[in-house]
């Protein structure tokens, strides 16, 4: 994760543009001209969609995008490309076709329910002239690019020879090309080093039923073949993502909640190109892909998912190091802003934790239980001696942060150098403040900035201090 934060790779995004525009409102009586709901407009909000989608994610992911597209002489057109560079995007491979109509997809939405959708769009192929305009484009700036990314949405800019020409040129300047694929034939997607249908759209384009491992190799293995790619890949929902080089690999899913798969297929196509452009293995990034995905359906609707929400995401899931685990104040300070805002319940709490044992594991375990994120607090090596004595502690804080992180029931660790973590608690704010039972009728340091104080009682006869006494009893 450490390399792919330091890495901007610049990737160009080809393919179908629109606009996603929702109309917001409630509705409360049935029109007296007809029977229809009257819906009362409240707002209005409008995103990119389709091959905007997957640039929002490669943009939140930290990638420097371009985009090469064809879109109408229109009011759409124009508010398009202002939401392009809006986010930074270069739009300057953006061709205008005069007649065509920009993609925009009207949603009314009342009581959190679509009710209507009215789409106003081009669908036939773009005219030869605008796909031989990206074509000249592309010859003088493929270099520029680390990957290039076919978004089909089938709305007319990805014709045959598009594809064939941009696939061509980019081979022979030994740049990949990564297509979500749309339509039953992709022989247009031919030389590409990727795809990425879903099981639906590759048994289509395969005409193999894919119902265990045998078959999902058949279809693989035929794609990779008829499609010439370099690596076949499907993604298979809730079980993963399949691929075959030179055997099948299936990278299982790791999402803990679906809330909504809206552009999870934009997401892991960008993910894709991400960790492939930092030079990741395929195995590496599928892993990174299935991260990313676990994130964005844990959303609603189209989302876009950042490096470090995949690096917290995998850290609550504990297939990270304990590095990851191991936070300063800045940095959990914005993981706090974030799970707040995905309404996740924060359960803080601190200790020396100097020998750990199965009195504090199972004390960090009832901690965990009260909410979804636990956050713990570690006294610093200068302050365990001056609460402990000078012989204390017998392990350093860097080992007692690492053994701690390892924990399954904590997610992360943040080190003070106080006497108490006041200052933390105040900067955390945590739903529940977790202290031990001989706490009962204390005064517990930032009472006043959690929501709600619990006491847990410890293990009878399991401390640090037994511990050292058993060991110097043994020694003596």
């Known amino acids: ?191 590409a080093y990727l795809l990425t249908p879903n099981k639906k759209e590759a048994m289509l384009a395969t005409k193999i039923e894919i119902h265990d491992k045998e078959t999902l190799k058949q279809a693989l293995l035929k794609l990779k073949t008829e499609c010439d790619l370099g690596i076949s890949l499907i993604t298979l929902s809730e079980d993963g993502i399949a691929t075959y080089d030179d055997e099948l690999k299936v990278f299982p899913t790791v999402a803990k909640e679906v809330f909504d798969v809206t552009g999870a297929g934009d997401t892991v196509i960008a993910s894709i190109a991400f960790a492939l452009s930092a030079g990741k293995s395929i195995e590496e990034t599928a892993k990174f892909a299935n991260l990313a995905a676990g994130v964005v359906v844990g959303k609603i609707g189209s989302a876009t998912v950042t490096l470090d929400e995949i690096e917290e995401y995998e850290a609550t899931l504990h297939k990270s190091t304990s590095d990851a685990h191991i936070k300063s104040f800045d940095e959990i300070n914005a993981i706090i802003n ?26 960090l375990q009832v901690a965990k239980s009260f909410g979804d994120i636990l956050i713990v607090g570690l006294n610093s090596d200068a302050s365990v001696s001056r609460l402990k004595g000078p012989t204390r502690p017998v392990n350093v804080a860097e080992d007692r942060a690492y053994i701690l992180a390892a924990l399954e029931a904590v997610d992360f660790v943040v080190p003070f150098s106080e006497d108490t973590p006041y200052e933390l608690i105040k900067m955390i704010r945590p739903d529940i403040l977790v202290k031990g039972g001989d706490y009962e009728g204390k005064e517990v340091v930032g009472t006043e900035f959690a929501s709600e104080l619990r006491l847990v009682d410890f293990v009878d006869g399991k401390s640090t201090t037994k511990t050292i006494e058993k060991i110097q009893g043994s020694s003596c």
């Open 1 to 191: 994760m450490k390399i792919l934060k330091n890495f901007q790779p610049h990737i160009l995004v080809v393919g179908d543009l629109m606009i996603d525009h929702y109309l917001w409102g409630n509705c409360e009586r049935i029109s007296p001209e007809a029977p229809v709901q009257v819906v009362d407009i409240a707002k209005e909000t409008s995103v990119l969609g389709g091959g905007g989608n997957v640039i929002n994610n490669l943009n939140a992911l930290g990638a420097h995008v371009s985009v090469s597209s064809v879109i109408g002489d229109d009011d759409n057109g124009i508010e398009l490309r202002n939401m392009l560079t809006s986010i930074g995007v270069n739009i300057e491979n953006i061709i205008i076709q005069n007649g065509r109509k920009t993609s925009k997809k009207s949603r009314v939405i009342a009581a959190n329910q679509q009710i209507l959708r009215y789409d106003k769009e081009s669908k036939d192929a773009i005219t030869e002239a605008s796909a031989n305009k990206i074509l000249d484009s592309l010859h003088e700036t493929i270099t520029d690019y680390d990957i290039v990314i076919l978004s089909d949405y089938g709305k007319g800019i990805l014709s045959d020879k598009l594809c064939q020409g941009i696939i061509q040129l980019s081979n022979q300047n030994g740049v990949k090309v990564l297509v979500d694929p749309k339509g039953s034939d992709f022989s247009k997607y031919k030389g």
């Open 338 to 363: 974030r799970c707040r805002a995905n309404g996740k319940k924060v359960v803080f709490t601190n200790g020396c934790f100097d020998i750990l044992h199965v009195g504090h594991v199972k004390y």
